[in-house]
């Protein structure tokens, strides 16, 4: 099991930038991918970025440039560990609730584990 509390969101102009956190305990040495994924009102759940446990990232065109997840230090001892996704120039159009990830285990036995999310309003 791995727990996710997702923070740091909030009401920011447009321009202006925010940090998210993704706080994951439990089997976290497990974890093999970090996600975040947003969901705007009427519209589905996409994929915003993500990263693996080696520090490998990718980004959807719309955010990139923008949006960064800084890399982190994999617990190997189920530690609790911290993933930010670091949000500038924002724009209306990222207005949305933001889900963090986490990814247990290896492809065909993956796990998903989800956030309750966190809101982000940005104003023009």
């Known amino acids: 099991q791995v727990q996710i509390v997702e923070s740091g969101g909030g009401l920011v102009q447009a321009g202006g930038s925010l940090r998210l956190s993704c706080a994951a305990s439990g089997y976290t040495s497990m974890i093999n991918t970090i996600g975040w994924y947003r969901q705007a009102p009427g519209e589905m759940r996409e994929l915003v970025a993500k990263?693996?446990?080696?520090?490998?990232?990718?980004?959807?065109?719309?955010v990139k440039g923008r949006f960064t997840i800084p890399r982190y230090n994999a617990s190997r001892d189920n530690a609790k560990i911290t993933v930010y996704l670091q949000m500038t120039s924002l724009k209306p159009e990222d207005t949305a609730v933001y889900y963090c990830?986490?990814?247990?285990?290896?492809?065909?036995?993956?796990?998903?584990?989800w956030g309750q999310g966190t809101q982000v309003t940005v104003s023009s």
């Open positions: 990263i693996s446990t080696g520090g490998h990232t990718d980004y959807i065109d719309p």
């Open positions: 990830k986490a990814v247990v285990g290896s492809w065909p036995l993956e796990v998903d584990y």
